[in-house]
């Protein structure tokens, strides 16, 4: 058996009258890539934002490593190693790529504005870390080149890469993909896909939200699938592939059978 | 009335999200863009409506470039959209939706009644709840209400976004079934679904979307066992 | 349009550090030459029609830059609109009025409770309201800086109506006299204060304190996504901003002698907010700029002096439509190097 | 502090109170409406309400030349006088209102530039405009003749009722009832809702937007014309910043009731009225905007929605 890294258990979650997310039930283990799909509207951002604290359950509660996130601050939880993208791209437009990335490791820094002041020795050591571990994780994306540009002078595929390296660097143990091959051609999911797989073999865990059966089918673990906001299947991908509910969720069934 | 989209190109802030589509709907035929998510479907019907703005290409409707026309005024030629998802107004009684969807009408008074009658006829539902707020109704209801909203305008051409979405199967059997007895009641419909299953049944013409371009045309009924379809959504190496 | 600080900022890092340094150097005793340009017969255009070139040169253009730059790390730095920024001056102007007058305090050590009053202010407004969306924010600014005017007028520690007159002026300063007769000394002590204003925001802006002002500014429900803690950082944004706006109400009041509460009402605040506008929200040179012209040219021409407000307004409303970023912009740039890369 | 105030004069405070408040409802509605379809607040509107009050007096003294004494009018001179005044008052700041819109916020909103950009161009429209009434006016107060009796018509547990105060109420009132029936019943009122619910989906329904806009600021503005009017023909004097204060109660009161909501701003308009009457009474009456300021702090951290948010869904302008 696996460790679960994130549990969430009976997650309900309704906007007026729309249950958005009813009852879900579902967990990460620790080192896998787990991939969330479904039709549109079926939950899985919501999913997405009832982890990261944007917003509060109706009802349910989430375990992140044996604890509950219940009423954390959206920082905090990112503080305890949860970080994100997000499917409308969202960098920090008028900030360097290298600015970006920094700005989410400071989460873990301790030094503060009297120490940024007057340049005391932790807060400059702190910095040049933080530099260089940026620099790293830019270089891992394969965008280091970028370092010094805006982000929203990024051509798109980059500023995609770059949202993947800025939620690296608050140095997460879960990783949440919102649609990250949105937009690739096929040669850009490829390099996407092994690029994903680095980031696993490096310890991390992913649970990514993708439309992209090829890609998900290419990667994942384990996937789960969401429809009408409940859980209908979560399994290994070739058999939620063939299994008659998903196709019936995706494709509809015919009308005569209904 | 014939809709036709000529080399259509539409960037959604740096994507491109529709990359040169061109189709066709010819007066009362039920037309499906059918096709995965991301694929471009409800930007195609946004830009139709004139929600977003054209790069280059042109949408013609009954021979003219209506691309710069802004979007209140498409309503006033004959083309009425239904909203994806949950598009109503919350705030508002079902009825008081239902008469936002003849807004901008010529005859407004006197076809009210006639119209309302109409939509009550398709959606007997919407009738028991006439003073209900929208925001209250199920998902199933919503849905009801944004289309018959749609039809109150007497569209010449209805867009139809996701019908089915977020409903249970025996909805979404039943809304198909009264898109089909809209068209017969003359209403061209261009219809973008995700549930390929209905939607090819229903309708005349597909065509499937792949990532902002159009990769196949064929007739409904000769694509619900075509593999493509199935690739579309599920990828490939299913079965 | 150019962008001159591109431009400017071109230059800079074309050079090596020995003229980087002589440049600073140069440009400083340039400035701190400045006062004596309105001595020479060519040059007696810059006395203004009601006050000496000298004079103005410390007040309004050396305390409006001061001001502007504080408020700059509030409105151009964090996003935060504060409206009330006035209140903030007010509270270090009447600081040093009641205490110099009334204990045996003098204007320096007057200085750090002054700040210290306007920073706790700032801190006790914005625990409850920075948690407010932007225009409730500014609502609420306005109205503090408001109370702030009222209580002030309803006391009788602050003298009412009539103000607090007869304060001193601060001691020598090695030696230089600070009084009436030598604004010069003033202009010195000014520029020193903006200079120290200045370094502390470049410092913290290419750190950590800076990244999380401009991450809230961008984007905020990102920022806390991040890991940000963003109250935190717009308390001490607004707290930092206050305690200049604190110390420049200190250097006010010792200069000008007698203060009452017509000259802290709103339209100081919104005076400050289009110098930081006008010059460029967010970018120092911007804000000095801004300013600097702000403060003089109403100055300079008489018709203007008593339409001063009215220009203001005018400048914010044609500044947002035409240039939304002002006149010199917050960086639009990338390093040099970045971009000789993208067009090789 | 002197609680002994309030037993002696409780009426004659609530109906002065009723009085402000509504003029504040009537002030509020101009914030609330341009809330409703922006979601922004429109901060000129203070000087929109300063406009008018000098157009009364423009009207009053200038127009129909009635002399500055505390003679009142009768007649047909009272009538044609306030009803062409209140007109008056209206256009004026119904017609600043719309300007306003076109000159700070329409190509901003057009360009999509974030909201404290169009933020700083409203508080810039407003600065223009009390500046130049200040000049204009050699920043002296500006006087208006009475127009109302101010005699009493009876007692009530010790209230004066005199014949102007219960005018105002009753106008105020019939006017604010009025847009509540206009938004909730006519076919642009539900455009106005149907907008401040979405935007994308009123487009669809063939609503033209600029327009909407532009309807919501006249609307808005028309209102606060009325409320100048009354304040006039109660208070008497105007001055080039008689807006300030004015406009930040309103505004308080709009937030007080649930911004955008149009029920909330009659709600929170006289309950603020109310408050600030009987604080004044209470701890003197230069500690009034400080009261108000106070609840509005309070408000915006207790129930940052108002006291009627949860009504926002429904009856959202």
Same mark, same amino acid.
């Given at each position: 058996?696996?460790e679960k890294?994130?549990?969430l258990?009976n997650?309900?979650?309704q906007?007026?009258?729309?249950?958005?997310?009813?009852?879900?039930?579902?967990?990460?283990?620790?080192?896998?890539?787990c991939?969330l799909?479904?039709?549109?509207?079926?939950?899985?951002?919501?999913?997405f934002?009832?982890?990261?604290?944007?917003?509060?359950l109706t009802?349910?509660?989430?375990?992140f490593q044996?604890s509950?996130?219940?009423?954390?601050?959206r920082?905090i939880?990112?503080?305890?190693?949860i970080?994100?993208?997000?499917q409308?791209?969202?960098?920090?437009?008028?900030?360097?790529?290298?600015?970006?990335?920094?700005t989410?490791?400071?989460?873990?820094?301790?030094s503060?504005?009297l120490?940024?002041?007057?340049?005391?020795?932790?807060?400059?050591?702190?910095?040049?870390e933080?530099?260089?571990r940026?620099?790293?994780?830019?270089?891992?994306l394969?965008?280091?080149?970028?370092a010094?540009?805006l982000?929203?002078?990024?051509?798109y595929?980059d500023q995609?890469?770059l949202?993947?390296?800025?939620?690296?660097?608050?140095e997460p143990?879960?990783?949440?993909?919102?649609?990250?091959?949105?937009?690739?051609?096929?040669?850009?999911?490829?390099?996407?896909?092994e690029t994903?797989l680095?980031?696993?073999?490096?310890g991390y865990?992913?649970l990514l939200i993708?439309?992209?059966?090829?890609?998900?089918?290419?990667?994942?673990?384990?996937v789960i699938?969401?429809?009408f906001?409940?859980?209908?299947?979560?399994?290994?991908?070739?058999?939620?592939?063939?299994?008659?509910?998903?196709?019936?969720?995706?494709?509809g069934v015919?009308?005569?059978?209904? | 009335?014939?809709?036709?989209?000529k080399?259509?190109?539409?960037h959604?802030?740096?994507i491109e999200?529709?990359?040169?589509?061109?189709f066709?709907?010819?007066?009362?035929?039920?037309?499906?863009?059918?096709?995965?998510?991301?694929?471009?479907?409800?930007t195609?019907?946004?830009?139709?409506?004139?929600?977003r703005k054209?790069?280059s290409?042109q949408i013609?409707?009954?021979g003219?470039?209506?691309?710069?026309v802004?979007?209140h005024?498409?309503v006033d030629?004959?083309?009425?959209q239904s909203?994806e998802?949950?598009?109503i107004f919350?705030?508002?009684?079902?009825?008081?939706?239902?008469?936002?969807?003849k807004?901008?009408r010529k005859?407004r008074?006197i076809?009210?009644?006639e119209?309302?009658?109409?939509?009550y006829?398709?959606f007997?539902?919407?009738?028991?709840r006439?003073? =209900?707020?929208g925001?209250t #109704?199920?998902?199933?209801?919503?849905?009801?209400? !944004?289309?018959? $909203?749609?039809?109150? %305008?007497?569209?010449k051409?209805?867009?139809?976004?996701e019908?089915?979405m977020?409903?249970?199967?025996q909805?979404?059997?039943n809304i198909?079934r009264i898109?089909t007895?809209i068209?017969? =009641?003359?209403?061209?419909i #261009?219809?973008?679904e995700?549930?390929a299953?209905q !939607?090819?049944? $229903?309708?005349?013409? %597909?065509?499937?979307?792949?990532?902002g371009?159009?990769?196949?045309?064929a007739?409904?009924?000769?694509?619900?066992?075509d593999?493509?379809?199935?690739?579309a959504y599920?990828?490939?190496?299913a079965h | 349009?150019?962008?001159?600080?591109d431009?400017?900022?071109d230059l800079?890092e074309?050079?090596?550090r020995?003229?980087?340094?002589t440049?600073?150097f140069?440009l400083?005793v340039?400035?701190s030459?400045?006062?004596?340009?309105?001595?020479?017969?060519?040059?007696?255009?810059?006395?203004t029609?009601s006050?000496?070139?000298?004079?103005?040169?410390v007040?309004?253009?050396g305390?409006f830059?001061?001001?502007a730059l504080?408020?700059?790390?509030?409105?151009?730095k964090s996003?935060?609109?504060?409206?009330?920024?006035?209140a903030?001056f007010?509270?270090g102007a009447y600081?040093?009025?009641?205490?110099?007058?009334k204990?045996h305090l003098?204007?320096?050590?007057?200085?750090p409770?002054?700040?210290?009053?306007?920073?706790?202010?700032?801190?006790?407004?914005g625990?409850?309201?920075?948690?407010?969306?932007g225009?409730?924010?500014?609502?609420v600014?306005l109205?503090?800086?408001?109370?702030?005017?009222i209580v002030?007028l309803?006391s009788?520690?602050?003298?009412?109506?009539n103000?607090?007159a007869?304060?001193?002026?601060?001691?020598?300063?090695?030696?230089?006299?600070?009084d009436l007769n030598?604004?010069?000394?003033f202009?010195?002590?000014?520029?020193v204060m903006?200079?120290?204003?200045?370094?502390?925001?470049r410092?913290?802006?290419?750190?950590r304190?800076?990244?999380a002002?401009?991450?809230?500014?961008q984007?905020?429900?990102?920022?806390?996504?991040?890991?940000?803690?963003i109250l935190?950082?717009?308390?001490?944004?607004?707290s930092?901003?206050?305690?200049?706006?604190?110390?420049?109400?200190?250097?006010?009041?010792?200069k000008?002698?007698?203060?009452?509460?017509?000259?802290f009402?709103?339209?100081v605040s919104v005076l400050?907010l289009?110098c930081v506008?006008?010059?460029?929200m967010g970018?120092i040179?911007?804000?000095v700029?801004g300013?600097?012209?702000?403060?003089?040219?109403p100055?300079?021409i008489?018709?203007?002096t008593?339409?001063r407000?009215?220009?203001?307004?005018?400048v914010?409303i044609?500044v947002?439509n035409?240039?939304p970023d002002?006149?010199l912009?917050?960086?639009?740039?990338?390093?040099?190097s970045a971009?000789k890369?993208k067009?090789? | 502090m002197?609680f002994?105030v309030?037993?002696?004069?409780f009426?004659?405070l609530?109906?002065?109170?009723?009085?402000?408040?509504l003029i504040?409802?009537l002030?509020s509605?101009?914030?609330?409406?341009v809330?409703?379809?922006?979601r922004?607040?429109?901060?000129?509107?203070?000087?929109?309400?300063?406009?008018?009050t000098?157009?009364?007096?423009?009207?009053?003294?200038?127009?129909f030349?009635h002399?500055?004494t505390?003679q009142?009018?009768?007649g047909?001179?009272l009538?044609?006088?306030?009803?062409?005044?209140?007109?008056i008052?209206?256009?004026?700041?119904?017609?600043?209102a719309v300007?306003?819109?076109?000159?700070?916020y329409?190509?901003?909103?057009?360009?999509?530039?974030n909201?404290?950009?169009?933020?700083?161009?409203?508080?810039?429209a407003?600065?223009?405009?009390?500046?130049s009434?200040?000049?204009?006016?050699?920043?002296?107060?500006?006087q208006?003749?009475?127009?109302?009796?101010?005699t009493?018509?009876?007692e009530f547990?010790?209230?004066?009722?005199?014949?102007?105060?219960?005018?105002?109420v009753v106008?105020?009132?019939?006017?604010?009832?009025?847009v509540d029936?206009?938004?909730?019943?006519?076919?642009l009122?539900?455009?106005?809702?149907?907008?401040s619910m979405?935007?994308?989906?009123s487009?669809?329904m063939?609503?033209?937007?600029?327009r909407?806009?532009?309807?919501?600021?006249?609307?808005?503005?028309?209102?606060t014309?009325?409320a100048a009017?009354?304040f006039?023909?109660?208070?008497?004097?105007?001055?080039y910043n008689?807006?300030?204060?004015?406009?930040?109660?309103?505004?308080t009161?709009?937030v007080?009731?649930g911004?955008?909501?149009?029920r909330?701003?009659?709600?929170?308009?006289?309950?603020?009225g109310?408050v600030?009457?009987f604080?004044?009474?209470?701890?003197?009456?230069q500690?009034k905007?400080?009261?108000?300021?106070?609840?509005l702090?309070?408000?915006l951290?207790?129930?940052p929605?108002g006291?009627?948010g949860?009504a926002?869904q429904?009856?959202r302008?």
């Open positions: 058996m696996s890294l994130i549990e258990n997650v309900t979650m906007f007026g009258g729309v249950r958005a997310l009813d009852e879900v039930n579902l967990h990460v283990n620790k080192g896998e890539i991939a799909i479904g039709p549109n509207g079926a939950g899985k951002t919501t999913i934002n009832v982890i990261t604290g944007v917003y509060q009802s349910g509660s989430i375990s044996g509950d996130l219940k009423g954390l601050k920082n939880i990112t503080k305890r190693g970080a994100r993208t997000f409308n791209v969202r960098l920090f437009g008028d900030m360097t790529a290298l600015e970006n990335v920094i989410a490791s400071d989460v873990h820094k301790k503060g504005l120490g940024a002041l007057f340049g005391t020795p932790r807060s400059r050591r702190e910095e040049r933080s530099k260089a940026a620099h790293e994780l830019l270089e891992f394969g965008i280091d080149h970028r010094d540009q982000g929203k002078n990024l051509p595929g995609r890469r949202e993947i390296a800025r939620a690296l660097g608050t143990k879960l990783l949440l993909l919102d649609e990250p091959a949105a937009g690739f051609n096929p040669a850009e999911k490829k390099a996407l896909a994903i680095k980031i696993r073999d490096r865990t992913v993708e439309h992209d059966m090829s890609l998900i089918m290419g990667i994942s673990d384990r699938v969401l429809d906001g409940q859980k209908i299947a979560d399994d290994l991908p070739r058999n939620v592939q063939n299994d008659p509910k998903v196709i019936a969720a995706y494709l015919p009308a005569d059978a209904s | 009335m014939r809709l036709e989209i080399d259509l190109r539409v959604y802030g740096k999200a529709i990359k040169g589509i061109s066709v709907v010819n007066e009362g035929e039920i037309v499906t863009l059918i096709g995965a998510n991301g694929a471009g479907k409800t195609t019907l946004k830009t139709i409506s004139g929600l054209v790069s290409g013609l409707f009954d003219e470039d209506i691309s710069n802004p979007a005024e498409r030629l004959g083309i009425s909203p998802g949950r598009g919350p705030g508002m009684t079902v009825l008081e939706n239902l008469e936002m969807g807004y901008n005859n008074k076809e009210m009644n119209d309302l009658e109409m939509v006829g398709l007997p539902r919407l009738k028991e006439a003073f =209900q707020a925001g #109704l199920s998902g199933g209801e919503q849905q009801m209400l !944004a289309i018959g $909203r749609s039809l109150m %305008a007497r569209p051409v209805l867009l139809l976004d019908p089915s977020g409903l249970a199967p909805m979404i059997a198909f898109i007895q068209n017969k =009641q003359g209403v061209t #261009l219809l973008v995700q549930n299953q !939607a090819l049944q $229903r309708a005349h013409r %597909a065509y499937i979307l792949e990532t371009n159009v990769v196949k045309e007739k409904a009924a000769d694509l619900l066992n593999p493509a379809v199935r690739e599920l990828g490939t190496g | 349009m150019i962008n001159l600080r431009k400017g900022a800079w074309g050079w090596n020995p003229k980087r340094i440049f600073v140069a400083l340039v400035i030459l400045l006062p004596f340009a309105g001595n020479f017969s060519f040059s007696s255009f810059l006395n029609p006050a000496s070139y000298q004079d103005v040169l007040y309004p253009i305390m830059i001061l001001m504080g408020l700059n790390i509030v409105v151009g996003g935060l609109l504060d409206l009330g920024y006035v903030f007010a509270i600081t040093d009025a009641i205490l110099t007058t204990t003098n204007t320096w050590q007057v200085m409770i002054g700040i210290a009053l306007a920073m706790l202010s700032g801190v006790l407004l625990l409850p309201t920075l948690r407010l969306r225009d409730y924010l500014a609502i600014t109205g503090f800086g408001e109370i702030v005017r002030i309803n009788s520690i602050t003298g009412g109506t103000g607090v007869s304060i001193p002026n601060p001691p020598s300063v090695l030696g230089q006299k600070l030598h604004s010069v000394n202009f010195w002590i000014v520029l903006i200079l120290l204003v200045i370094w502390m925001i410092r913290f802006t290419v750190r304190p800076g990244r002002w401009e991450a809230i500014r984007d905020e429900d990102v920022a806390i996504l991040m890991g940000v803690p935190r950082y717009k308390i001490w944004s607004f930092i901003g206050a305690a200049i706006g604190g110390a420049a109400g200190v250097i006010f009041a010792a000008v002698l007698v203060i009452a509460p017509d000259m009402t709103f339209n400050i289009s506008v006008f010059g460029g970018n040179w911007g804000v700029f300013a600097t012209m702000l403060a003089y040219v100055q300079r008489r018709f203007i008593n339409a407000e009215l220009v203001f307004g005018l914010l044609i947002m035409l240039r002002g006149i912009p917050r960086k639009k740039r990338e390093k040099l971009r890369e067009s090789a | 002197n002994s309030v037993g002696g004069q009426w004659s609530m109906l002065s109170g009723l009085m402000l408040g504040y409802v002030i509605l101009g914030y609330t409406m809330y409703g379809v922006l922004l607040i429109n901060f000129a509107n203070s000087e929109i309400f300063m406009v008018a000098f157009a009364a007096v423009w009207a009053e003294t200038g127009l030349h002399p500055i505390s009142p009018l009768h047909f001179k009538f044609y006088t306030f009803v062409a005044t209140l007109i008052c209206m256009l004026a700041s119904g017609l600043t300007v306003v819109e076109v000159v700070a329409r190509r901003l909103r057009a360009r999509g530039t909201r404290l950009a169009s933020l700083i161009s409203a508080i810039g407003s600065i223009v405009l009390s500046e009434a200040r000049i204009l006016s050699h920043s002296r107060p500006q208006s003749p009475r127009l109302l009796e101010k009493s018509l009876g547990g010790g209230a004066n009722l005199r014949v102007d105060t219960i005018l105002v106008s105020a009132l019939l006017l604010f009832f009025a029936r206009f938004v909730n019943k006519t076919r009122g539900k455009a106005l809702r149907a907008v979405s935007e994308e989906n487009k669809l063939g609503i033209n937007l600029n909407v806009i532009s309807i919501a600021f006249l609307i808005g503005g028309l209102l014309g009325a009017f009354f006039m023909t109660e208070y008497e004097s105007t001055k008689v807006g300030f204060n004015l406009g930040l109660a309103a505004f009161a709009a007080l009731g911004i955008g909501n149009l909330g701003a009659l709600y929170g308009g006289i309950a603020l109310l600030e009457e604080a004044a009474a209470v701890i003197g009456s500690w905007s400080v009261t108000v300021f106070v609840i702090v309070l408000v951290l207790v129930k929605n006291l009627f949860e926002i429904q009856s302008v």
